[in-house]
């Protein structure tokens, strides 16, 4: 089966700007999770989409949102970019009731 | 919510030594703990992961061990290897409902290989 994949890989905004990043699934899983990754923070949950509904949500301001469509595929979009939003987004998907989250190769967004 | 602290923070050691990571993680509802291992400029990958009714758990060269009472649970790799560096992260979920939940990450452990 093909991976997670993710596009853009790369991204150069101006703050105050909106990006939208998008994440296919592994074929066959429903649920796709947005992790955003910094040098400073780590490894951070942004939000769950399942069936198209948000299931569970980070820590992060309503300018971070997201949407999953009915074959699974997801965005996710950041309004009013700022400088800290500079980070390597990924996706990550899993079966239904199944733990494991396999990640995509991320989007390198870099806000200037 | 979920608080995940991993040590150390680097550790470098021989080729063909042990090298073991450990986390600790604050909530007593979490009951699945993967460790992924990240290579420069890669995606997170999934290496082993446990859940909370085993108590150990082997794939060849690395095993992770799970105390729920302590909550810590952490990753052996044996006879390590160059091709081991990398940094490697823990992390637990937090279920909720039918979901395993979101994934709180520890810091990240850069381990080093010499040959």
């Known amino acids: 089966k093909a991976g997670v994949t993710q596009t853009p890989r790369y991204l150069i905004k101006t703050r105050g700007q909106q990006v939208t990043l998008s994440c296919s699934p592994i074929s066959g899983h429903r649920s796709v999770s947005w992790y955003q990754q910094t040098p400073g923070q780590g490894l951070q949950f942004l939000f769950e989409y399942f069936s198209e509904t948000q299931r569970n949500k980070g820590n992060f301001p309503g300018r971070f949102s997201g949407r999953q469509f009915s074959n699974s595929r997801s965005e996710m979009n950041v309004s009013t970019l700022e400088l800290g939003d500079s980070a390597l987004y990924l996706c990550a998907s899993s079966l239904e009731g199944r733990g494991e989250q396999y990640f995509g190769p991320g989007t390198r967004l870099t806000v200037t | 919510g979920e608080n995940v602290e991993q040590h150390p923070s680097t550790l470098s050691v021989q080729e063909g030594d042990s090298a073991v990571i450990k986390c600790t993680y604050s909530d007593s509802a979490s009951n699945y703990f993967p460790w992924y291992k990240q290579e420069l400029g890669k995606r997170p990958q999934l290496i082993i992961d446990?859940?909370?009714?085993?108590g150990e758990k082997k794939d060849q060269r690395i095993a992770v061990t799970l105390n729920k009472t302590a909550k810590h649970f952490s990753l052996h790799i044996t006879e390590t290897q160059p091709e081991d560096s990398a940094v490697y992260f823990c992390a637990a979920n937090q279920p909720g409902g039918t979901s395993y939940g979101k994934l709180t990450f520890g810091q990240g452990t850069i381990l080093t290989v010499h040959p």
């Open positions: 446990i859940r909370s009714n085993v």
